[in-house]
Protein backbone atom coordinates (compact mmCIF):
# COMPACT_ATOMS: atom_id res chain seq x y z
CA UNK A 1 0.00 0.00 0.00
CA UNK A 2 1.47 3.54 -0.56
CA UNK A 3 2.49 5.43 2.23
CA UNK A 4 1.06 8.97 3.44
CA UNK A 5 3.52 11.43 5.16
CA UNK A 6 0.87 13.85 6.34
CA UNK A 7 -2.40 12.83 8.83
CA UNK A 8 -3.53 16.32 9.50
CA UNK A 9 -5.87 16.42 6.52
CA UNK A 10 -7.55 13.01 7.13
CA UNK A 11 -7.54 13.51 10.57
CA UNK A 12 -9.47 16.90 10.04
CA UNK A 13 -11.95 14.75 8.66
CA UNK A 14 -13.00 13.81 12.32
CA UNK A 15 -13.39 17.30 13.60
CA UNK A 16 -17.34 17.24 12.80
CA UNK A 17 -17.79 13.81 13.26
CA UNK A 18 -16.84 12.87 16.96
CA UNK A 19 -19.01 15.09 18.75
CA UNK A 20 -20.17 14.40 22.03
CA UNK A 21 -24.34 14.65 22.47
CA UNK A 22 -25.36 18.05 24.97
CA UNK A 23 -28.36 19.25 26.38
CA UNK A 24 -27.23 22.29 27.49
CA UNK A 25 -28.42 21.76 30.91
CA UNK A 26 -26.47 23.09 33.90
CA UNK A 27 -25.15 19.95 36.32
CA UNK A 28 -24.34 22.49 39.27
CA UNK A 29 -21.22 20.48 39.98
CA UNK A 30 -19.02 22.54 42.18
CA UNK A 31 -15.38 22.86 41.36
CA UNK A 32 -13.70 22.06 44.51
CA UNK A 33 -10.84 20.71 45.69
CA UNK A 34 -11.14 17.77 48.85
CA UNK A 35 -9.11 19.21 51.61
CA UNK A 36 -7.74 15.53 51.81
CA UNK A 37 -6.38 15.66 47.87
CA UNK A 38 -2.74 14.25 47.45
CA UNK A 39 -0.66 16.19 44.87
CA UNK A 40 2.31 14.73 43.08
CA UNK A 41 4.35 16.49 45.97
CA UNK A 42 3.00 14.73 48.84
CA UNK A 43 5.74 12.69 50.91
CA UNK A 44 2.35 10.41 51.43
CA UNK A 45 1.78 7.38 49.16
CA UNK A 46 -1.47 7.43 47.78
CA UNK A 47 -3.64 4.65 45.89
CA UNK A 48 -6.27 5.47 43.08
CA UNK A 49 -8.03 3.16 41.55
CA UNK A 50 -8.70 3.05 37.52
CA UNK A 51 -10.89 1.61 35.98
CA UNK A 52 -11.73 0.52 32.14
CA UNK A 53 -12.77 -2.60 30.32
CA UNK A 54 -10.59 -5.39 29.46
CA UNK A 55 -7.60 -4.57 28.10
CA UNK A 56 -6.03 -7.66 25.72
CA UNK A 57 -2.95 -5.59 24.80
CA UNK A 58 -0.21 -4.72 27.50
CA UNK A 59 -0.95 -0.74 27.14
CA UNK A 60 -2.95 -0.41 30.40
CA UNK A 61 0.70 -2.11 32.24
CA UNK A 62 2.55 -0.31 30.60
CA UNK A 63 1.22 3.04 31.14
CA UNK A 64 0.54 2.40 35.25
CA UNK A 65 4.22 0.54 35.57
CA UNK A 66 5.52 4.24 33.48
CA UNK A 67 3.59 6.36 35.58
CA UNK A 68 4.55 4.91 38.50
CA UNK A 69 8.22 5.30 38.07
CA UNK A 70 7.62 9.13 37.43
CA UNK A 71 5.09 9.80 40.58
CA UNK A 72 6.44 7.24 43.03
CA UNK A 73 4.18 8.28 45.78
CA UNK A 74 1.14 7.58 43.96
CA UNK A 75 -0.06 4.47 43.21
CA UNK A 76 -2.17 2.95 40.79
CA UNK A 77 -4.66 0.10 40.77
CA UNK A 78 -6.35 -0.86 37.71
CA UNK A 79 -10.13 -2.51 38.12
CA UNK A 80 -11.29 -4.14 35.18
CA UNK A 81 -14.82 -3.28 33.64
CA UNK A 82 -17.44 -5.53 31.86
CA UNK A 83 -16.17 -5.37 27.79
CA UNK A 84 -19.65 -4.96 26.97
CA UNK A 85 -19.76 -1.50 26.97
CA UNK A 86 -23.45 -1.33 27.69
CA UNK A 87 -22.80 -3.34 31.14
CA UNK A 88 -19.89 -0.99 31.64
CA UNK A 89 -21.78 1.77 31.20
CA UNK A 90 -24.40 0.53 33.52
CA UNK A 91 -22.23 -0.22 35.87
CA UNK A 92 -20.46 3.02 36.27
CA UNK A 93 -24.15 4.33 36.77
CA UNK A 94 -25.11 2.50 39.32
CA UNK A 95 -22.15 2.90 41.51
CA UNK A 96 -22.01 6.58 40.82
CA UNK A 97 -25.46 7.12 41.82
CA UNK A 98 -24.67 5.61 44.89
CA UNK A 99 -22.18 8.56 44.85
CA UNK A 100 -19.26 5.43 45.27
CA UNK A 101 -15.50 6.85 45.86
CA UNK A 102 -14.32 3.31 44.89
CA UNK A 103 -12.79 4.57 41.59
CA UNK A 104 -11.19 7.15 41.04
CA UNK A 105 -10.59 7.53 37.40
CA UNK A 106 -12.28 6.15 34.50
CA UNK A 107 -12.48 5.62 30.98
CA UNK A 108 -15.86 6.89 28.96
CA UNK A 109 -16.88 5.74 25.45
CA UNK A 110 -16.83 9.22 23.97
CA UNK A 111 -21.18 8.78 23.66
CA UNK A 112 -20.97 9.00 27.36
CA UNK A 113 -19.51 12.74 28.72
CA UNK A 114 -22.59 14.44 28.15
CA UNK A 115 -24.68 12.41 29.94
CA UNK A 116 -22.08 11.71 32.93
CA UNK A 117 -21.42 15.34 33.09
CA UNK A 118 -25.07 16.35 33.49
CA UNK A 119 -25.75 14.03 35.93
CA UNK A 120 -22.68 15.00 38.08
CA UNK A 121 -20.67 11.72 37.97
CA UNK A 122 -17.57 13.30 36.76
CA UNK A 123 -15.74 16.36 37.92
CA UNK A 124 -14.98 19.14 35.63
CA UNK A 125 -11.34 19.25 34.34
CA UNK A 126 -10.95 23.17 33.57
CA UNK A 127 -9.36 24.59 36.29
CA UNK A 128 -6.60 21.45 35.94
CA UNK A 129 -5.88 22.39 32.32
CA UNK A 130 -5.59 25.82 32.70
CA UNK A 131 -3.32 25.00 36.19
CA UNK A 132 -0.68 23.03 34.77
CA UNK A 133 -0.60 24.90 31.21
CA UNK A 134 -2.47 22.05 29.08
CA UNK A 135 -2.59 22.89 25.08
CA UNK A 136 -6.01 21.65 23.94
CA UNK A 137 -4.81 23.11 20.73
CA UNK A 138 -2.53 20.17 20.39
CA UNK A 139 -5.49 17.37 20.55
CA UNK A 140 -7.96 16.36 17.22
CA UNK A 141 -10.49 19.04 17.89
CA UNK A 142 -13.25 16.55 17.56
CA UNK A 143 -12.02 14.22 19.95
CA UNK A 144 -11.35 16.35 22.47
CA UNK A 145 -15.27 18.11 21.76
CA UNK A 146 -17.02 14.91 22.68
CA UNK A 147 -15.56 15.42 26.34
CA UNK A 148 -17.12 18.85 26.46
CA UNK A 149 -20.22 20.08 27.56
CA UNK A 150 -22.01 23.06 29.06
CA UNK A 151 -18.42 25.00 28.19
CA UNK A 152 -16.52 22.72 30.58
CA UNK A 153 -14.15 19.78 29.74
CA UNK A 154 -15.58 16.85 31.65
CA UNK A 155 -12.91 14.13 30.13
CA UNK A 156 -9.79 14.43 28.08
CA UNK A 157 -9.77 12.15 24.57
CA UNK A 158 -7.13 9.08 25.03
CA UNK A 159 -7.73 7.64 21.60
CA UNK A 160 -9.67 7.53 18.01
CA UNK A 161 -11.48 5.00 17.06
CA UNK A 162 -12.72 3.23 13.63
CA UNK A 163 -14.20 0.26 12.16
CA UNK A 164 -11.92 -1.29 10.03
CA UNK A 165 -11.23 -4.36 7.46
CA UNK A 166 -8.23 -6.68 9.18
CA UNK A 167 -7.47 -9.38 6.51
CA UNK A 168 -4.78 -11.92 6.37
CA UNK A 169 -2.14 -10.97 3.89
CA UNK A 170 -1.12 -14.88 3.49
CA UNK A 171 -4.07 -15.79 2.28
CA UNK A 172 -6.00 -13.00 0.67
CA UNK A 173 -3.92 -11.72 -2.32
CA UNK A 174 -3.94 -8.01 -2.07
CA UNK A 175 -6.09 -7.24 -5.64
CA UNK A 176 -8.79 -10.02 -4.07
CA UNK A 177 -9.43 -7.78 -0.60
CA UNK A 178 -13.17 -6.73 -1.10
CA UNK A 179 -14.16 -3.23 -1.62
CA UNK A 180 -17.77 -3.91 -1.31
CA UNK A 181 -19.73 -6.05 0.78
CA UNK A 182 -21.13 -8.28 -2.23
CA UNK A 183 -17.29 -8.82 -3.02
CA UNK A 184 -16.71 -9.45 1.06
CA UNK A 185 -19.16 -12.14 0.86
CA UNK A 186 -17.58 -13.88 -2.06
CA UNK A 187 -14.40 -13.87 -0.88
CA UNK A 188 -15.17 -14.86 2.70
CA UNK A 189 -17.00 -18.15 1.21
CA UNK A 190 -13.58 -18.38 -1.59
CA UNK A 191 -11.33 -18.37 1.31
CA UNK A 192 -12.93 -19.92 4.17
CA UNK A 193 -11.52 -23.14 5.16
CA UNK A 194 -8.01 -21.59 3.50
CA UNK A 195 -5.04 -22.10 5.87
CA UNK A 196 -6.44 -23.72 8.73
CA UNK A 197 -9.40 -20.99 8.74
CA UNK A 198 -13.12 -22.18 10.23
CA UNK A 199 -14.94 -19.34 9.25
CA UNK A 200 -14.91 -16.66 6.55
CA UNK A 201 -15.32 -13.03 8.19
CA UNK A 202 -15.88 -12.06 12.01
CA UNK A 203 -17.74 -9.04 13.09
CA UNK A 204 -19.81 -8.10 16.65
CA UNK A 205 -23.45 -8.99 16.50
CA UNK A 206 -24.10 -9.54 20.10
CA UNK A 207 -27.05 -7.08 21.56
CA UNK A 208 -24.85 -4.41 22.86
CA UNK A 209 -23.35 -1.13 21.43
CA UNK A 210 -20.91 -2.99 19.51
CA UNK A 211 -24.02 -3.93 17.16
CA UNK A 212 -25.18 -0.36 16.88
CA UNK A 213 -21.66 -0.05 15.39
CA UNK A 214 -21.81 -2.41 12.84
CA UNK A 215 -25.45 -1.24 11.81
CA UNK A 216 -24.31 2.34 11.65
CA UNK A 217 -21.75 1.15 9.30
CA UNK A 218 -24.10 -0.94 6.79
CA UNK A 219 -26.91 1.76 7.19
CA UNK A 220 -24.16 4.30 5.96
CA UNK A 221 -22.68 2.42 3.63
CA UNK A 222 -25.89 2.33 1.67
CA UNK A 223 -27.08 5.90 2.11
CA UNK A 224 -29.22 5.76 5.14
CA UNK A 225 -29.21 7.55 8.34
CA UNK A 226 -30.87 7.03 11.73
CA UNK A 227 -31.46 10.65 12.94
CA UNK A 228 -30.26 13.82 10.49
CA UNK A 229 -28.03 16.77 11.61
CA UNK A 230 -31.63 18.24 13.00
CA UNK A 231 -32.02 16.13 15.22
CA UNK A 232 -35.25 14.49 13.04
CA UNK A 233 -35.43 10.94 12.78
CA UNK A 234 -34.83 9.58 9.25
CA UNK A 235 -33.95 6.11 10.01
CA UNK A 236 -37.37 4.76 7.83
CA UNK A 237 -35.92 4.78 4.42
CA UNK A 238 -35.26 2.43 1.29
CA UNK A 239 -31.40 3.47 2.05
CA UNK A 240 -31.70 2.17 5.41
CA UNK A 241 -33.74 -1.00 4.85
CA UNK A 242 -31.18 -2.09 2.14
CA UNK A 243 -28.22 -1.54 4.15
CA UNK A 244 -29.97 -3.55 7.23
CA UNK A 245 -30.68 -6.06 4.92
CA UNK A 246 -27.40 -6.64 3.72
CA UNK A 247 -25.87 -6.64 7.22
CA UNK A 248 -28.64 -9.50 8.27
CA UNK A 249 -27.35 -11.58 5.19
CA UNK A 250 -24.06 -11.80 6.35
CA UNK A 251 -24.57 -11.89 9.90
CA UNK A 252 -26.77 -15.55 8.94
CA UNK A 253 -24.61 -16.70 6.24
CA UNK A 254 -22.40 -19.81 6.40
CA UNK A 255 -19.25 -17.55 6.25
CA UNK A 256 -19.55 -16.42 10.09
CA UNK A 257 -19.99 -18.59 12.96
CA UNK A 258 -23.10 -19.63 13.95
CA UNK A 259 -23.01 -18.53 17.41
CA UNK A 260 -22.15 -14.89 16.10
CA UNK A 261 -25.00 -13.30 18.01
CA UNK A 262 -22.70 -13.74 21.07
CA UNK A 263 -19.64 -12.48 19.83
CA UNK A 264 -18.27 -8.82 20.96
CA UNK A 265 -14.89 -7.67 20.48
CA UNK A 266 -12.83 -10.27 22.51
CA UNK A 267 -14.83 -12.97 21.36
CA UNK A 268 -13.85 -12.01 17.73
CA UNK A 269 -10.41 -10.62 18.22
CA UNK A 270 -9.56 -13.83 19.67
CA UNK A 271 -10.71 -16.16 16.87
CA UNK A 272 -9.15 -13.87 14.46
CA UNK A 273 -5.59 -14.08 16.41
CA UNK A 274 -6.31 -18.07 16.76
CA UNK A 275 -6.53 -18.10 13.01
CA UNK A 276 -9.83 -19.01 12.39
CA UNK A 277 -10.70 -16.54 10.08
CA UNK A 278 -9.30 -14.49 6.77
CA UNK A 279 -11.24 -11.18 7.65
CA UNK A 280 -12.36 -9.31 10.80
CA UNK A 281 -14.47 -6.27 11.23
CA UNK A 282 -12.86 -4.60 14.18
CA UNK A 283 -11.04 -1.56 15.85
CA UNK A 284 -7.41 -0.72 15.23
CA UNK A 285 -5.99 -2.15 18.55
CA UNK A 286 -6.49 -5.15 16.18
CA UNK A 287 -3.85 -4.74 14.20
CA UNK A 288 -1.17 -4.69 17.51
CA UNK A 289 -3.29 -7.91 19.27
CA UNK A 290 -2.49 -9.64 15.50
CA UNK A 291 1.36 -9.11 15.78
CA UNK A 292 1.62 -10.03 19.74
CA UNK A 293 3.65 -12.98 19.47
CA UNK A 294 2.35 -14.14 23.18
CA UNK A 295 -0.80 -14.30 21.68
CA UNK A 296 -0.84 -14.13 18.10
CA UNK A 297 -0.58 -17.24 15.83
CA UNK A 298 -1.10 -14.48 12.67
CA UNK A 299 1.72 -12.39 13.53
CA UNK A 300 3.16 -10.49 10.74
CA UNK A 301 0.14 -11.82 8.12
CA UNK A 302 -2.61 -9.35 8.77
CA UNK A 303 -3.29 -6.20 6.44
CA UNK A 304 -5.69 -3.51 6.95
CA UNK A 305 -8.48 -1.67 4.44
CA UNK A 306 -10.94 0.45 5.06
CA UNK A 307 -14.52 -1.32 5.46
CA UNK A 308 -16.43 -2.68 2.28
CA UNK A 309 -18.81 -0.24 0.71
CA UNK A 310 -22.00 -0.14 0.05
CA UNK A 311 -24.07 1.81 -3.06
CA UNK A 312 -23.14 5.29 -1.00
CA UNK A 313 -19.23 4.43 -0.38
CA UNK A 314 -17.32 2.98 2.64
CA UNK A 315 -18.77 3.77 5.82
CA UNK A 316 -16.99 3.15 9.57
CA UNK A 317 -18.41 3.57 12.94
CA UNK A 318 -16.57 6.87 14.62
CA UNK A 319 -15.27 6.12 18.24
CA UNK A 320 -13.12 6.40 21.13
CA UNK A 321 -12.78 6.70 24.37
CA UNK A 322 -12.23 9.31 26.74
CA UNK A 323 -10.66 9.66 30.94
CA UNK A 324 -12.59 11.00 32.79
CA UNK A 325 -12.30 11.51 37.33
CA UNK A 326 -15.24 10.37 39.41
CA UNK A 327 -16.48 13.37 40.96
CA UNK A 328 -16.71 11.62 44.64
CA UNK A 329 -12.86 10.68 44.46
CA UNK A 330 -11.04 11.16 47.22
CA UNK A 331 -7.47 11.79 45.61
CA UNK A 332 -8.86 14.18 43.20
CA UNK A 333 -4.95 16.08 42.55
CA UNK A 334 -3.33 12.77 42.25
CA UNK A 335 -6.28 11.44 39.90
CA UNK A 336 -5.79 14.41 37.84
CA UNK A 337 -1.82 13.55 37.91
CA UNK A 338 -2.76 10.20 35.73
CA UNK A 339 -5.41 11.33 33.68
CA UNK A 340 -2.93 13.91 32.58
CA UNK A 341 -0.18 11.20 31.98
CA UNK A 342 -2.15 8.75 30.48
CA UNK A 343 -4.10 11.46 27.47
CA UNK A 344 -0.67 13.00 27.32
CA UNK A 345 2.22 12.45 24.80
CA UNK A 346 3.84 9.88 26.64
CA UNK A 347 0.62 7.92 27.85
CA UNK A 348 -0.89 7.99 24.66
CA UNK A 349 2.51 6.84 22.79
CA UNK A 350 2.63 3.83 25.44
CA UNK A 351 -1.14 3.04 24.39
CA UNK A 352 -0.10 3.44 20.54
CA UNK A 353 3.33 1.09 20.82
CA UNK A 354 1.52 -1.19 22.78
CA UNK A 355 -1.82 -1.34 22.24
CA UNK A 356 -2.26 -0.20 18.80
CA UNK A 357 -4.54 2.69 19.93
CA UNK A 358 -4.95 5.37 17.34
CA UNK A 359 -3.61 8.82 18.91
CA UNK A 360 -5.72 11.95 19.57
CA UNK A 361 -2.47 14.03 19.61
CA UNK A 362 -1.97 14.17 15.56
CA UNK A 363 1.81 14.57 16.01
CA UNK A 364 2.53 11.31 17.62
CA UNK A 365 1.56 10.04 13.82
CA UNK A 366 4.52 11.08 13.03
CA UNK A 367 6.80 9.33 15.88
CA UNK A 368 9.33 7.08 14.46
CA UNK A 369 8.67 4.37 17.51
CA UNK A 370 4.63 4.80 16.98
CA UNK A 371 5.11 3.94 13.24
CA UNK A 372 7.53 1.15 13.68
CA UNK A 373 5.17 -0.67 16.19
CA UNK A 374 2.46 0.70 13.94
CA UNK A 375 2.94 0.59 10.47
CA UNK A 376 -0.54 0.53 9.01
CA UNK A 377 -1.19 4.18 10.50
CA UNK A 378 1.10 5.36 7.38
CA UNK A 379 -0.56 2.94 4.75
CA UNK A 380 -3.27 4.34 2.65
CA UNK A 381 -6.16 2.07 3.84
CA UNK A 382 -5.66 3.09 7.72
CA UNK A 383 -6.40 6.60 6.35
CA UNK A 384 -9.34 5.84 3.71
CA UNK A 385 -10.53 3.97 7.35
CA UNK A 386 -10.51 7.22 9.05
CA UNK A 387 -11.81 9.43 6.08
CA UNK A 388 -15.02 7.15 6.21
CA UNK A 389 -15.86 7.60 10.05
CA UNK A 390 -19.33 8.22 10.81
CA UNK A 391 -20.57 9.79 14.12
CA UNK A 392 -23.55 7.57 15.83
CA UNK A 393 -27.03 9.54 16.17
CA UNK A 394 -25.91 11.96 18.30
CA UNK A 395 -28.48 12.96 20.47
CA UNK A 396 -29.44 13.99 24.15
CA UNK A 397 -30.61 10.69 25.37
CA UNK A 398 -28.11 8.49 23.06
CA UNK A 399 -28.66 5.34 25.39
CA UNK A 400 -32.19 4.90 25.14
CA UNK A 401 -31.73 5.52 21.22
CA UNK A 402 -28.94 2.71 21.02
CA UNK A 403 -31.22 0.24 23.23
CA UNK A 404 -33.81 0.57 20.75
CA UNK A 405 -31.80 0.22 17.58
CA UNK A 406 -30.20 -3.07 19.30
CA UNK A 407 -33.22 -4.60 19.93
CA UNK A 408 -34.76 -4.57 16.47
CA UNK A 409 -31.03 -4.97 14.80
CA UNK A 410 -31.04 -8.17 17.13
CA UNK A 411 -34.44 -9.40 16.34
CA UNK A 412 -34.06 -8.66 12.61
CA UNK A 413 -30.72 -11.26 12.27
CA UNK A 414 -32.68 -14.01 14.91
CA UNK A 415 -35.57 -13.80 12.33
CA UNK A 416 -38.22 -12.78 14.69
CA UNK A 417 -39.28 -9.56 12.64
CA UNK A 418 -38.19 -8.62 8.99
CA UNK A 419 -35.89 -5.65 8.10
CA UNK A 420 -39.07 -3.58 7.28
CA UNK A 421 -40.55 -4.65 10.64
CA UNK A 422 -37.27 -3.32 12.71
CA UNK A 423 -36.88 -0.62 10.73
CA UNK A 424 -40.62 0.83 11.53
CA UNK A 425 -40.37 0.09 15.16
CA UNK A 426 -37.23 1.71 15.37
CA UNK A 427 -39.14 4.84 13.82
CA UNK A 428 -41.87 4.75 16.43
CA UNK A 429 -39.78 4.18 19.16
CA UNK A 430 -36.81 6.38 18.82
CA UNK A 431 -39.06 9.32 17.74
CA UNK A 432 -41.23 8.73 21.15
CA UNK A 433 -37.85 8.95 23.45
CA UNK A 434 -36.91 11.76 21.54
CA UNK A 435 -40.07 14.02 22.29
Known amino acids: MKKVTKFSSALLALTLGLTA ?52 NIKVEFREMPSDTGAQHDAYVTMLNAKSSEIDVMD ?5 PAEFAQAGYVLPLDRFIEKDGIDLNAYNQGALAAGNFDGKQWAMPKFIDTGLLFYRKDIVPEEKVPKTWDELLTAAREFKGQGGTQFGYLMQA ?13 IAAYGGKIVDENNNVVVNSP ?7 KMVEIATSDVVPSNITTFTEPESHTAFIEGQSPFIRNWPYQ ?44 NKEAAWEFVKFMTGPEGQKISAIYGGLAPTLPELFKDEEVLKANPFFAEEGFVNGLNAA ?17 INV ?13 VANMEKEIKAVMQ
Request: with cysteine; net charge negative.
Open 390 to 406: VPRPVVPNYPEVSEIIQ
Open 206 to 218: KQYEGLVCNAIEF
Open 108 to 112: LDVIW
Open 239 to 245: ETIKGLK
Open 287 to 330: YALANDPEQSKIVDKVGVAPLPAGDKGSAAALGGWMTAINAYSK
Open 21 to 72: CSSGQDTGTKETTDKNDDTKKSEEVVKIVYARGKDATKATEEIVKAFEAKYP
Open 410 to 422: SKAIAGQITVEEA
